[in-house]
């Protein structure tokens, strides 16, 4: 069972996503939504300001397990419950990624509930990986 | 309901094929921030025994969201786009996406339903290569704001 158990903490992440990262993100992922990177039509549409992909956001997360490296992904899903909202500054908006063990299931794969918050709140709902050991 | 809600079940097959390449998988980890030796590294990969540079778990957005886009593009379904934002995304995963395989993404509408004023609709698709071997599943869920809720 490589040692894991119930309530392991998995190395956290903390990362600054900036405006650019948002435009570097957008190509390289092909997502061109303008909330994402045009604040006029983010607040014209009743956002605060441009937001940050939820699939950034997923992605930066699923790195606390790939980085783990206790096994291969199985599963991955995550809800976006709130937005990252992304200043036009130097700083961008800090984003702590985290992770814990949540159970050993019966087939020997291991589910890891992960959390992303930002400003002291969870952006992602139910947020799980099923890796096998 | 301002989605047409005939669409629940309707299926896409692929309309093109996507050929993975080395360079958009560097491009894409190297944007999420993940530089994992086996994504940038023909060697670091043949040495895990697969045949070329593999792609970080959610690389396959990029085709997941173009089949989407196509679907939620369609004006008879009705969808405003401006008031569009992701609600949930899922991944299965069968085998890594490897540089060099041409995928072929078939997307199904599961379900379209309104609560609460919000329109919710929701894909499913099977990424495969051409050649037939399972690669990923994927689960989307988008959702509509309510055009009025800025009233308050």
Redesign the interface.
């Known amino acids: 069972m490589s040692g894991i158990q119930v309530g392991d903490v998995l190395p956290p992440l903390q990362?600054r996503i900036s405006r650019a990262?948002l435009v570097?993100?957008a190509?390289?992922?092909?997502?061109f939504?303008p909330?994402h990177w045009n604040e006029g039509?983010a607040r014209?549409?009743?956002l605060p300001d441009v937001i940050a992909?939820?699939?950034?956001t997923?992605?930066?997360a699923?790195?606390v397990v790939?980085?783990w490296g206790m096994g291969?992904?199985?599963?991955?899903?995550?809800?976006?419950t709130r937005?990252v909202v992304v200043p036009n500054d130097d700083q961008g908006a800090l984003v702590e990624l985290s992770g814990k063990v949540g159970a050993i299931n019966d087939d020997g794969t291991v589910r890891v509930n992960l959390d992303a918050r930002f400003d002291g709140r969870s952006v992602l709902g139910?947020a799980i990986a099923i890796v096998r050991p | 309901m301002a989605l047409d809600e005939s669409f629940s079940g309707r299926e896409y097959p692929a309309d093109r094929i996507y050929e993975v390449g080395r360079e958009k998988i560097r491009e894409f980890a190297e944007a999420i921030g993940d530089l994992r030796p086996e994504y940038l590294d023909q060697e670091a990969a043949r040495a895990l025994g697969y045949r070329d540079v593999i792609a970080p778990p959610t690389f396959t957005m990029i085709v997941n969201l173009d089949a989407i886009n196509k679907i939620v593009n369609d004006p008879d379904l009705g969808l405003d786009y401006s008031r569009m934002v992701h609600g949930d995304q899922g991944f299965t995963y069968y085998h890594p996406v490897v540089a060099g395989d041409r995928l072929s993404v078939h997307t199904v509408v599961d379900n379209i339903m309104s609560r609460a004023g919000n329109d919710f609709i929701s894909f499913r698709a099977e990424i495969t290569t051409v050649e037939g071997e399972r690669r990923i599943t994927t689960r989307a869920q988008l959702v509509v704001r309510d055009a009025d809720e800025g009233a308050a």
């Open positions: 990362v990262a570097r993100y190509g390289a992922a092909m997502d939504n909330i039509f014209g549409v009743g992909h939820g699939m950034l997923m992605a930066l699923g790195r790939t980085d291969a992904l199985v599963d991955y899903s995550a809800r976006f937005p139910k």
